[in-house]
């Protein structure tokens, strides 16, 4: 029986409190789609090898889908693969992902210890930024996993990401330094690690948004740390 509101109408599983976040935004995945009926990660990842379904998707060298702890309570989502990744088939593995190692070991975690992942599997040429429709279709990929690592927290890197997902079309100022709602679970945005390359004034900023995510980490996951240290990167 779905859920009804106070007035009687019936509440869309992705709105409904009486699921759990991964119930929710399983939901949202279109009731047409193979990832549907999917259990493990590694079915996820071979359907993204072998299925064509975006013009990019046919011109990549490497399908990038995911790296770290399958089981992680921090998920950290970027926008799409580069070079580097589209050669090596892993996620945030150049300069920008240097530096995403270092802000993770900055506020005590190993690149191992959480899930690395894109919203687009595949690399836009000239790195540019994704396209609607290019998100529409690889967005379902991205709630799989979700569903599937079940992370506590999610941390998205650059405008693009949070937006998608937020459903939004806000600037990265609005969106970081605080939590967002993402059917239940606490998400964050904060600035992408290539645009501090260009960019090093936005490092302080970016510190803030990542202490902030680790007291909450502490908070739901009962971990206690010593306090976070800035990087010199």
């Known amino acids: 029986m779905p859920t009804l509101d106070l007035f009687g109408n019936p509440v869309a599983p992705d709105e409904d409190p009486a699921l759990s976040p991964?119930?929710?935004?399983a939901a949202l995945i279109p009731p047409e789609s193979p990832l549907r009926r999917m259990n493990t990660l590694d079915e996820v990842a071979r359907y993204?090898?072998?299925?064509?379904?975006i013009p990019l998707d046919a011109q990549r060298l490497n399908p990038v889908f995911g790296t770290g702890d399958p089981n992680a309570d921090l998920m950290v989502i970027g926008e799409a693969p580069g070079a580097d990744e589209d050669r090596q088939g892993e996620p945030f593995v150049g300069r920008a992902g240097q530096l995403l190692n270092k802000i993770l070991e900055a506020i005590h975690f190993r690149r191992d210890q959480v899930y690395i992942c894109n919203i687009l599997k595949s690399r836009p040429p000239n790195n540019r930024d994704p396209l609607p429709a290019e998100i529409e279709a690889h967005l379902p990929i991205l709630y799989k996993q979700i569903e599937l690592v079940r992370p506590r927290l999610l941390l998205c890197v650059g405008k693009t990401?949070?937006?998608?997902?937020?459903?939004?079309?806000?600037?990265?100022?609005s969106l970081r330094g605080k939590f967002?709602?993402?059917?239940?679970?606490?998400?964050?945005?904060?600035?992408?690690?290539?645009?501090l390359l260009r960019n090093p004034q936005w490092k302080r900023p970016t510190w803030e948004d990542v202490k902030l995510l680790r007291t909450r980490y502490d908070q739901l996951t009962?971990?206690?740390?010593?306090?976070?240290h800035p990087s010199n990167g």
């Open 22 to 25: 991964y119930e929710r935004i």
């Open 48 to 53: 993204v090898a072998e299925t064509v379904l």
């Open 161 to 173: 990401a949070g937006n998608a997902l937020l459903g939004r079309q806000s600037s990265l100022a």
């Open 180 to 195: 967002h709602d993402f059917h239940g679970l606490p998400l964050m945005v904060t600035y992408h690690p290539a645009a």
């Open 222 to 228: 009962g971990h206690t740390q010593a306090p976070p």
